[in-house]
């Protein structure tokens, strides 16, 4: 079973940026991957997927904001993250998209956009 860990999170202020990672314990190459967050009192979304051969597709609320890669090399996934707003604050976690077996959850990253 693939393990993940996300890291990157942090404190910024509004407009700013964030680039976040996550790393499996194992390979990840044949598999489309995701990230998702989850508000406090909300249930977890996800705000970015990418496909084996690279494609990817984000709700509207990010769209144009948020940019997910993966180095399937590292087994890693990253969401960069811009023009960051108060209402994208919560945990970050990355797994596989809605429709796959899931991976077991990693412990997230906190993102929390203040001024």
């Known amino acids: 079973q693939v393990q993940l860990v996300e890291s990157g999170g942090g404190l910024v202020q509004p407009g700013g940026s964030l680039r976040l990672s996550c790393a499996a314990s194992?390979?990840?190459?044949?598999?489309?991957m995701g990230w998702y967050r989850q508000a406090p009192g909300k249930q977890r979304e996800l705000v970015a997927r990418?496909?084996?051969?690279?494609?990817?597709t984000y709700p509207d609320s990010v769209k144009g904001r948020f940019t997910i890669s993966r180095d399937n090399a590292k087994n890693t996934v990253y969401l960069q993250m811009n023009s960051l707003e108060p209402e994208d604050t919560a945990v970050y976690y990355c797994?596989?998209?809605?429709?796959?077996?899931?991976?077991?959850w990693g412990q997230g990253t906190q993102v929390t956009i203040s001024s």
């Open positions: 990418i496909s084996v051969s690279g494609t990817t």
């Open positions: 194992g390979s990840i190459s044949w598999n489309s």
């Open positions: 797994n596989r998209p809605p429709g796959y077996t899931l991976f077991f």
